[in-house]
């Protein structure tokens, strides 16, 4: 009964390649989220999508596509990784709008080499 | 702007002290919200708290409790009597109208509480 979900929890994959990670959450909230963490554990918003709308979109390379099937999921793709894009990604739910808390993935540790 | 700056970039303690963690912020909004979270070093986001801007009371749960001061735009979170499974990194975190959906995290305070 987790709440929110992402896989794969760890990701090692080499310079160039494509991979994808994927979240769901099964709370019935609208809006969800995309969050990186570096390495300094400084967390920073990369997407927002409220019910399959993207509403917030960082400056992110555009090499990240975020795809959203339906409102309990949220997936992450990134084209072409770079040793840069090594981190810990981070999805997050929550109600609409900037009032409410939001409930957090475990993480996939992305590691570039 | 919308900014949060925990000046404290690690903390460390002895069991059973008490232990404040500061958090200031910027915004122009009159009406926000402000959040603690806590990354203990399994990794994961936990959610502890959310106050609203328009509500000062201060909150206490448990050996936790919180400190909103809109006169110094402050939320300073304060862990009585400290335990080590409180070791963790701890962000502090605003939200507001002219951010839209954006939540802006402070960079994190680390605290060690050694036994």
């Known amino acids: 009964d987790t709440a929110v979900s992402q896989t794969p929890k760890y990701l090692v994959t080499q310079m160039g390649n494509d991979k994808s990670i994927k979240c769901e959450q099964n709370l019935g909230h609208d809006t969800m989220y995309w969050y990186k963490q570096d390495s300094k554990k400084f967390l920073k918003i990369m997407f927002s999508y409220n019910n399959k709308e993207l509403i917030i979109n960082e400056t992110v390379p555009n090499r990240f596509s975020p795809k959203s099937p339906d409102k309990a999921h949220l997936n992450l793709h990134i084209n072409s990784l770079e040793l840069g894009d090594s981190a810990v990604y981070f999805c997050?739910?929550?109600?609409?709008?900037?009032?409410?808390?939001?409930?957090f993935g475990p993480g996939t540790r992305l590691t570039v080499t | 702007a919308q900014k949060v700056t925990q000046a404290q970039t690690e903390i460390s303690v002895v069991e059973k002290e008490d232990v404040t963690l500061d958090c200031v912020y910027e915004t122009r909004d009159t009406t926000y919200y402000l959040f603690w979270y806590k990354q203990p070093p399994s990794g994961e986001l936990v959610f502890l708290i959310r106050r609203n801007s328009f509500d000062e009371q201060n909150e206490i749960s448990g050996r936790y409790s919180w400190n909103f001061q809109k006169s110094t735009s402050s939320f300073n979170f304060t862990i009585t009597a400290s335990q080590v499974v409180d070791s963790a990194v701890y962000f502090c975190?605003?939200?507001?109208?002219?951010?839209?959906?954006?939540?802006?995290f402070g960079a994190g305070t680390r605290l060690f509480v050694k036994a």
């Open positions: 997050a739910s929550s109600h609409p709008g900037n009032a409410y808390e939001q409930y």
């Open positions: 975190a605003l939200s507001s109208h002219t951010g839209g959906f954006k939540t802006i």
